[in-house]
């Protein structure tokens, strides 16, 4: 689970946080960089968690390019976790996150299709923040169709829609002002069947270790056809000069890289 400065953050699936792979961090130690693993039609939420809360903190999510949710988390408040489970439409309804399959088009004439504003992402950013009064204004969000032109898709195959309203429990916006960012997460997610074929997974079942040794053997035999001939006992001193210089030969200079 990638942390930052005591703030660490996830997805979760069915209550229970998705696995991360690769996590790499920028040189400032500012944001962390994962791969998370998705299946269509699952509802997802992203979290993170600031155990100590000596600050107050705004959380931002963005989804596929598109600014989705921001939520508060006050220095009395009694939980220190943060969930962000899609986008708002009103003071009590919101629509979850669902990871959905994109829709592959061959149109040329789509160019606006070409590049894709980041499908198959999820930022949250986490910035000290300071409360102002409650508003009444609520923006509309709402994602995109997931069409992606073939060539321009680089393994992007999912991308996130939004579920039927929920009823949630009644909350009104409030205005901040946003003081220092602390932190940034990315996720980036994609089948696992990609994730394993691009090596950022580790394959479940990898080739036995006895199987790979008799690989290389059957390799070295068809380098050298003598080569059996030399486990056969120590009596063919003029035969073992003549493999050795063959394979001189052979392979002299044949040396094969987050409103």
């Not at 989804?63 to 220190?80: A, E, N, Q, Y």
């Not at 486990?231 to 001189?248: A, F, L, P, Q």
């Amino acid at each position: 689970m990638p942390n930052i400065g005591g703030f660490s953050c996830w997805i979760q699936v069915d209550g229970k946080h998705l696995t991360e792979y690769k996590i790499e961090y920028s040189v400032d130690g500012t944001q962390a960089t994962c791969w998370v693993p998705s299946e269509v039609g699952k509802e997802f939420q992203i979290c993170y968690c600031d155990p100590v809360r000596i600050l107050t903190t705004g959380s931002r999510v963005t989804v596929d390019g598109i600014r989705c949710s921001s939520k508060i988390l006050s220095t009395r408040h009694p939980r220190s976790t943060v969930t962000h489970i899609g986008v708002t439409t009103t003071d009590t309804t919101t629509r979850p996150f669902i990871f959905s399959s994109c829709q592959l088009l061959d149109d040329d004439t789509l160019e606006s299709l070409n590049n894709p504003p980041a499908i198959g992402e999820v930022i949250l950013v986490i910035h000290e923040v300071r409360l102002h009064s409650r508003s009444s204004k609520r923006k509309a969000v709402d994602l995109p169709p997931l069409q992606i032109h073939e060539r321009a898709k680089k393994g992007i195959v999912h991308g996130t829609q939004l579920g039927e309203e929920v009823s949630r429990r009644r909350k009104q916006p409030r205005k901040t002002t946003r003081l220092r960012e602390l932190a940034a997460f990315v996720f980036r997610y994609r089948p696992l069947a990609v994730l394993m074929a691009d090596g950022i997974v580790p394959s479940p079942n990898p080739l036995p270790r006895k199987l790979l040794s008799s690989t290389e053997d059957f390799i070295d035999l068809t380098l050298d056809d003598d080569e059996p001939r030399r486990s056969r006992g120590k009596g063919r001193s003029s035969v073992k000069m003549e493999i050795k210089e063959e394979r001189t030969t052979i392979f002299d200079g044949s040396i094969i890289d987050l409103t």
